[in-house]
């Protein structure tokens, strides 16, 4: 084994991994090469696109500006650990998929992660709050709209839901 | 990215004696969010880094009435900005919080980080000026504390021995009649800021005087920039439109920005005239009422 | 068959479970056992001679595979022109010289992508610098550097490759013009002579960047037991890159195989042939190991295509009432390092425009210059964006020097639907006029149009016309549909899903005619193997090409099925109608036979044929081929897509930001086959053209990107999008699928004016360059006090 | 400047008179009269290079003008720099010299990456010391 490399653990779409990788390995080097985790994407490599967006300890976080050697201990959620295995989209997917909420989908990833996230952490979230805790994540295709509909779809059949 | 040695601290006193060891070949790491990027471009590369992001002791929001606010160093952006402490007592650090890059650098990127990294267009600096923040370095040799207005000295340059680290931010209790208002200007909303200023104004209490003005801009000098003429023209006097203009006026001249990809230098110096007055204003209304 | 079940509907996409759940295959994810990376050296300078370039330390580094320099590539050429007058000269690694920089001087392969990067900074290049020239106008003088000697071909060019009769010739660009255009029609003097009032004004639209998410990546892999290329690639036809793979490596065409990957964003940025293509398939061929190439954020912006700049001076004479009766155009397009797409981009300028308003006598003269920069390609629209800003801007300052309104200027000098335009183009559908009159009413133009200055806001019309494919030959393609044994059907077409929705609407196509649900379709597409033909995404003409090839297949398939049924249930064809997967009697619906019924007498009684249906379709069926660059002249397109787009802006005069409120697109795209695909492609326009109109703009300096980053080239965010309302003022094309047309490009250019003459409707002040920047409204605003 | 056009003219075509000036000028060699090498050292907060430069006047107008063309290429490969410079004197009197210098410089490689912003500023500010310097050694060279 190379004496450079170092082991973490790391839980990762509720998986549980051990590996042993170089320190300046990315979480999104570790997602994409180490792990075969490729919906994760990377557009950008200096943390200004947010096509690499994963959850880290319910923290929306880009992948390509922290080290794997960072997330030791954490549980990490990539875009492949939204829907269950048996092939259900989660109620945010359904949503991108009924709005054509994307494109070319090369951001989707991103996108999802970051709204998933602001969900989980707002029960109610505004305008201004989506729009706001969406500013992390660059699309060329959508123009947004309908990206930002899907969210507030989800935030209004939660609503009705609670009702 | 070149190849380097990671140290994990997992303790203040340990993470120095790992940099008071590795103080000419390390680098410290904390969310990294500039860092590892300047790692990637291969700008830097240290043969080791010494990573505190996991350091619970400073990563703390305290306030007490008398002593006033300490933000430990490794608090990120995101719960300085979610504080429901802040949000109450120091508004303009969450409001300011709400402009720095994106949420994702936000829940990763820590204060401390962002005030080492000492780039000329941080939003956090001038907030906390304005604020009269001080810092606590510390290194295995003892600790110091500094006023954060001392602690920048060009363009990603700050006085922070290679041996120290930034430990935290220490505020003084809101003052009374004073309020900080904080005001940016970008193309996209959330672009590269061009120019980006935090105003506080204090009033005599009951009164159209201004007791004491202070005015901190960034993206216009290689460090954050305090406009003493310009806030000195305010103190003693009644704020009237053609003084808070007049004010601005001397505040433009007072900034030396560079010309780049986002705005000439001229244009900058103009905006920070209209950025300036119209902070003046709005600090002036809510000092009023505060 | 007026009922329509599948079209017209905002089904879900077909590739959104894919791309919603990170499984989505593009080219970035493919890996292969036994991969190398590359990465390439690129040129500091703009303008050089290479004396000489020492490898051996790079290639010395432990995990560096092969260094190749234009030593190795010699003589290769290709370009997206390559005809008789103009062949290429493009070429995938600078041989004695380079041009621009940001070109390729050397490649490396390596283990892993750190080491091909490493191995770059030990590569040594000995360069003289040659004097460099950056603007074109400089470029066209007498005495400037001459960029380009003589360029030769060393085999056939593309033309002749296409049945072009006419060998290409060698030629030695003058002055380092790379190619001219001159359109004219009617008489522009007597035209002028008539006319009551003529301005004349210049505009200026800036290069920019695509900037698809996805940067440009390729994975090759040669098998030196087969002699077979296969290929994983950023491409909008897979058709053009094998055929220049084919050309520049000398590979059979059915020995490259393109596999179908998802591509992450294109905007005509990843149409032509580049060269770290033909590197990544030479160094794979060379070391028979598979090859990765991902370009990074910063070699997109200084390496590959970027929009041309356009400068245009534009006269135009018109009657007192706003009729206009004269144009005369000069336009300069910036080529860049190598001429690319630029004689097609100042002939389109023109192409697009004639479409719109009858301008009764016209001239339009084009040049292209050689620049010491980073070329250029068409990026939504080429070259319509460029010319609507310079026409319409002009057109809405005309109405303020008359006192005309703009919405009636337009709306005056309209050509009809059913017209043939001088080029012989007829216009079977033009839902211009309902667009114009429908967009000015979203916005409210009676009540707001020159009426907010003291508000500082305003509202500003633009418009377009745009292709729907053209016959670039061979722009054509080809659809096959299998009924299969349980009455679906697989549908096999070549079309790429660039995030555009082919997929999508192609199999809401073919389940419409044949009276099935999208989930019947099962879809074979964009694989160079499997595929027939496909060349539709240019031009706009994905949908009605590329659709029309599908339909004409479907209804293919259809016409067999029920000749076939007709046999079966011994009825007029047309009195059967199918449904379910089942055909039976209009008149007696339970008289029905199921496709698998029908398919088995038809494999038992005809001689086992199963049911295949076929269709061919090409952008303009009656000409050969394309028609003339230089003189304009042949037919164009068989339908245009129409747009007119209003905007409501609000400036802050202290600053010069501007803040759009409001943008409108009424749009005529033919029939709608998926509402909500359109509905995005044209929100994605109007913000792209906001985004054009205020922020956007490549910086350089001596021939130095400025803003090769997403952090210094801006482009808007979720907190920039304002309203936007989108009106459907389809009128139904009789030649497109279902009536469906052109969609994908039209509305950018039309949005970039409505923004720019809002501005002006606002503030008074007129701004003829783009992007309209804080900066340029301050300065602008700052002089109309001067005056 | 407060020295004569002839002594201005003798410190600025001498190569190690001149490369004192330059900040963070560590050695300078010359090759020959009109070419010069240097090791500088430069940097952006926590990123240092050293740039070996190579100097050459390639025109002279004595005692009026010169331009120099640089070429520097960093030793850690973080990128490489070309710069043009003029310096153009004018005698205001027999004691007093007017010295105007401007310069263009092109940066590339990774450290251009760093972004315009930055770049820029520093050779705002490497300008500006070059000039401090050259005024201090000249007026100070007079009186030694």
């Known amino acids: ?163 | 990215m070149k190849d380097f040695e990671y140290f994990s601290a997992s303790s203040l006193q340990e993470a120095c004696s790992l940099i008071s060891q590795y103080k000419d070949v390390g680098k410290v790491l904390a969310g990294g969010q500039s860092l590892i990027t300047l790692l990637r471009q291969k700008l830097i590369s240290p043969t080791c880094l010494i990573d505190i992001k996991g350091l619970k002791e400073l990563d703390f929001i305290e306030f007490d009435k008398k002593s006033g606010l300490r933000i430990g160093a490794l608090t990120t952006h995101r719960a300085i900005e979610k504080s429901p402490l802040i949000q109450e007592k120091y508004n303009v650090l969450s409001e300011m919080e709400k402009s720095v890059a994106s949420v994702q650098t936000r829940n990763w990127g820590t204060i401390g980080g962002n005030l080492c990294s000492a780039d000329p267009i941080g939003d956090p600096a001038p907030s906390l000026i304005a604020l009269g923040a001080k810092i606590k370095l510390v290194s295995a040799k003892g600790e110091r504390a500094v006023a954060l207005e001392e602690f920048f000295t060009d363009y990603f340059t700050t006085i922070i021995e290679p041996d120290e680290i930034l430990a935290e931010i220490q505020l003084p209790p809101p003052a009374a009649n004073t309020a900080v208002e904080y005001m940016k200007f970008a193309t996209i909303e959330a672009g590269i800021k061009i120019v980006s200023t935090s105003v506080a104004v204090t009033v005599e209490a009951g009164s159209d005087v201004c007791k004491d003005a202070k005015i901190v801009m960034s993206a216009v000098a290689p460090i954050p920039l305090i406009t003493k003429k310009a806030a000195e023209m305010l103190k003693g006097k009644k704020l009237t439109d053609d003084l808070i203009e007049e004010a601005a006026k001397m505040a433009a001249s007072e900034t030396d920005p560079t010309t780049d990809v986002h705005a000439s230098a001229e244009y900058r110096k103009e905006i920070v005239k209209v950025l300036v007055k119209r902070a003046i204003k709005k600090a002036f209304e809510k000092a009023k009422k505060a | 068959m007026n009922e329509r079940s599948v079209v017209g509907k905002p089904l879900p996409r077909v590739d959104g479970k894919a791309k919603l759940t990170g499984r989505a295959k593009f080219t970035t994810d493919v890996v292969l056992p036994g991969m190398l990376h590359a990465k390439l050296l690129r040129s500091p300078l703009p303008h050089a001679k290479i004396r000489s370039i020492d490898t051996s330390k790079a290639e010395k580094l432990p995990g560096v595979m092969a260094v190749i320099t234009g030593k190795d590539t010699w003589g290769i050429r290709y370009g997206f022109v390559d005809t008789p007058n103009y062949p290429a000269e493009e070429r995938p690694i600078a041989e004695d010289k380079v041009r621009f920089i940001g070109e390729t001087v050397a490649a490396v392969a390596a283990i892993d992508p750190d080491t091909a990067e490493d191995a770059l900074d030990l590569i040594e290049v000995d360069y003289d610098p040659l004097p460099p020239i950056f603007d074109p106008e400089e470029a066209m003088k007498d005495g400037a550097p001459q960029i380009h000697g003589e360029i030769t071909r060393n085999t056939s060019c593309a033309w002749e490759d296409w049945g072009v009769a006419r060998k290409s010739h060698s030629y030695t660009p003058v002055n380092n013009v790379a190619a001219r255009v001159l359109v004219t029609y009617g008489d522009v003097e007597k035209g002028f002579a008539e006319a009551d009032y003529i301005r004349e004004d210049r505009s200026r639209s800036p290069g920019t960047s695509h900037m698809a998410m996805e940067p440009h990546t390729m994975v090759a892999s040669w098998d030196p037991f087969e002699q077979k290329l296969d290929v994983w690639m950023n491409h909008m036809a897979w058709e053009l890159k094998r055929y220049w793979l084919h050309k520049t490596l000398d590979i059979p065409l059915p020995k490259i195989r393109i596999h179908k990957t998802y591509i992450g964003g294109a905007f005509g940025g990843k149409a032509p042939c580049f060269d770290y293509e033909v590197i990544c398939a030479f160094l794979s061929r060379k070391l028979c190991k598979p090859i990765k190439i991902e370009l990074t954020r910063e070699e997109v912006f200084s390496s590959c295509r970027n929009s041309h700049r356009f400068d245009i001076s534009i006269k135009t004479g018109v009657k007192k009432d706003g009729t206009i009766v004269a144009q005369h155009c000069n336009v300069i397009v910036d080529a860049g390092a190598y001429k690319c797409s630029a004689p097609v981009a100042m002939f389109l300028s023109h192409g697009m425009c004639d479409c719109c308003l009858d301008r009764k006598n016209v001239r339009h003269e084009g040049v292209a210059v050689y620049t010491n920069k980073n070329f250029n390609f068409a990026r939504r629209g080429h070259g319509a964006p460029q010319m609507r800003l310079a026409a319409d801007g002009q057109y809405d300052q005309i109405c303020e020097d008359l006192g005309l309104d703009p919405v009636e200027f337009l709306t005056k000098n309209l050509r009809k639907k059913g017209d043939v335009i001088p080029n012989g183009d007829r216009l079977d559908s033009y839902g211009l006029p309902e667009a114009i009159k429908k967009s000015a009413e979203a916005i409210k133009w009676k009540e707001k149009r020159g009426k907010q200055r003291d508000k500082n806001r305003g509202v500003g019309i633009g418009i377009n016309g745009m292709f729907s494919g053209s016959g670039y030959w061979p722009f054509a393609c080809t659809a096959i549909i299998r009924l299969n044994h349980d009455g679906t059907i697989t549908l096999i077409e070549g079309d790429c899903e660039f995030g555009q929705g082919p997929d999508t609407t192609y199999s809401q196509i073919a389940a419409e005619a044949l009276g099935l649900t999208i989930e019947d379709v099962t879809l074979v597409s964009s694989d160079s193997e499997l595929c027939p033909m496909n060349y539709s995404n240019f031009l706009s003409g994905g949908m009605f090409v590329g659709g029309g090839a599908v339909y004409n297949a479907a209804i293919d398939l259809r016409e067999k099925l029920l000749k076939v049924a007709s046999e079966v249930m011994r009825a007029k064809p047309e009195d059967i109608e199918l449904k379910d997967k089942k055909a039976f009697l209009k008149s007696n619906p339970k008289r029905a036979y199921t496709f698998t019924e029908i398919q088995r007498y038809h494999i038992q009684k005809h001689l086992g044929d199963p049911l295949f249906g076929i269709g061919y379709k090409k952008a303009v069926p009656e000409i050969e081929f394309y028609p003339s660059l230089s003189k304009g002249t042949g037919r164009f397109t068989d339908a245009y897509g129409f747009t007119a787009s209003t905007a409501e802006v609000e400036v802050d005069r202290e600053t010069g930001r501007i803040r759009v409120l409001k943008i409108v697109v009424a749009e005529d795209s033919g029939y709608e086959i998926n509402t909500a695909v359109c509905r995005g492609q044209l929100v994605s326009q109007a913000v792209q053209g906001m985004s054009d109109a205020l922020f956007e703009e490549i910086m350089d300096d001596e021939g130095r990107v400025l803003n090769p980053n997403l952090v210094d080239y801006e482009i808007p965010r979720a907190f920039d999008v304002p309203e936007i309302e989108i009106i459907d003022c389809s009128d139904f094309e009789p030649k497109g699928p279902w009536g469906a047309k052109e969609i994908g490009e039209c509305a950018r250019a039309a949005v970039i004016s409505a923004v720019v003459n809002a501005v002006y409707d606002a503030t008074g002040v007129r701004v003829m360059r783009i992007p309209v920047t804080p900066e340029r409204m301050f300065n602008a605003l700052k002089a109309q006090e001067k005056k | 400047m407060k020295a004569p056009i002839q002594q201005v003219w003798q410190f600025i075509i001498n190569p190690e008179l001149i490369g004192n000036c330059v900040p963070g000028c560590e050695k300078i060699e010359a090759i020959d009269d009109r070419t010069y090498v240097a090791t500088v050292k430069a940097g952006v907060g926590p990123i240092k290079v050293r740039f070996k430069v190579t100097t050459s006047l390639t025109q002279i107008d004595e005692p009026k003008h010169i331009h120099m063309e640089a070429k520097g290429a960093d030793l850690g490969m973080a990128g490489n720099f070309t710069q043009g410079s003029d310096v153009y004197l004018r005698e205001v009197s027999a004691t007093e010299t007017e010295v105007a210098y401007s310069s263009n410089v092109t940066v590339n490689g990774r450290i251009a990456l760093f972004g315009d912003r930055i770049m820029r500023a520093q050779a705002k500010k490497i300008g500006g010391e070059f000039i401090q310097a050259l005024k201090e050694k000249i007026e100070g060279h007079k009186e030694t």
Request: proline share 2%; hydrophobic share 35%.
């Open chain 1, 1 to 163: 084994m190379d004496s450079s490399k170092k082991t973490i653990n790391v839980k990762v779409n509720g998986e549980p991994y051990e590996v042993s990788i170089k320190p300046k390995m990315t979480l999104l080097q570790l997602l994409r090469n180490e792990l075969g985790l490729t919906g994760t994407k990377q557009a950008c490599m200096d943390n200004s696109c947010g096509a690499c967006t994963v959850i880290v300890n319910k923290m929306a976080v880009k992948a390509c500006s922290v080290l794997a050697m960072q997330v030791n201990g954490k549980e990490v959620t990539t875009v492949e650990g939204l829907a269950s295995k048996d092939g259900k989209l989660s109620i945010l997917q359904e949503a991108f998929l009924e709005h054509s909420a994307f494109q070319c989908g090369f951001c989707s990833p991103g996108k999802l992660m970051s709204s998933t996230a602001m969900l989980e952490e707002l029960e109610n979230p505004t305008e201004e709050d989506i729009r706001r805790d969406m500013e992390g994540n660059l699309c060329r295709c959508t123009g947004y709209v309908q990206y930002l509909e899907a969210i507030k779809e989800v935030v209004r059949q939660r609503k009705e839901g609670s009702k």
